[in-house]
């Protein structure tokens, strides 16, 4: 029998410092839901607002998998491996925390904002040696489709590549697009978090910023009520 949980963008920890404007899918700083900490290996999706000129000062991580997706503006990046890059709109970035780092994320822009969702996902192996990566994505080819943007590291397909067993799909679907993914390992599920529009995920009517949870199915179908853009995680469900 399938199993989901339905996620409300209303019902999302919100926290607004002024430069930054935050929501927060999952228990976070200082919003602690107990029946939101996690769904599966992803820790974390916050829907993050950065004003002009300003961002997270340098800070350290470990042990997590960290994926930035930009959706509007530039976030500058810079990191203690010795990276240093400006990441956009249909650019995606991923770090492998591993036995640790410090990092910087600022808008370089001081006329205009950034919005960005970043995801944190427990890693398979502790303690790697960190690394990253970042490319650049067509958006013709998540037109009425799914384009792979995340894989696991080794993993033949496209995407940035990370420490654990998921990935990661966008799709741009237009108005009446219907769509099916299958899940690519057993014993993940998928986290569907609707970036913008509406659209019926296996049967939830689900409106901007809203999300799924699915696990005990091995597939997701999907039909597009209005223009709808859409995020996948296929990830484990088991935390080791």
């Known amino acids: 029998m ?12 919100h926290a607004n ?37 300003m961002g997270f000062g340098t800070h350290p991580h470990d042990n997590m998998e960290i994926v930035t997706i930009p959706l509007e503006g530039e976030l500058a990046h810079k990191d203690s491996m010795g990276n240093g890059a400006v990441i956009r709109h249909n650019e995606v970035q991923a770090m492998s925390a591993g ?3 410090t990092h910087s994320e600022r808008n370089p822009n001081a006329d205009e904002r950034v919005n960005l969702l970043q995801i944190w996902i427990f890693p398979k192996i502790r303690n790697i040696k960190p690394r990253y990566d970042q490319q650049i994505f067509d958006p013709k080819d998540r037109i009425n489709k799914f384009q792979q943007i995340v894989s696991p590291i ?20 237009a108005r009446g697009a219907e769509a099916t993914y299958q899940l690519q390992k057993k014993g993940n599920g998928a986290y569907i978090f609707m970036i913008k529009g509406v659209a019926t995920v296996n049967g939830k009517l ?31 469900m088991e935390v080791k």
């Open 2 to 13: 399938s199993n989901s949980v339905l996620h409300k963008a209303g019902e999302r920890g």
């Open 99 to 101: 036995t640790g780092i």
């Open 154 to 173: 080794g993993d033949i397909h496209s995407g940035v590549q990370i420490n654990q067993d998921a990935w990661f799909q966008l799709g741009d679907f």
């Open 206 to 236: 689900l409106n901007k910023r809203d999300a799924l949870g699915v696990w005990d199915v091995d597939h997701v179908a999907l039909k597009a009520d209005e223009d709808a853009e859409i995020l996948l995680l296929d990830v484990p």
């Open 17 to 53: 410092h002024g430069w930054l404007d935050a929501h927060h899918s999952f228990s976070f700083a200082n919003y602690h839901n107990p029946e939101k900490v996690h769904f599966g290996v992803l820790r974390v999706l916050n829907d993050d607002v950065v004003a002009g000129g």
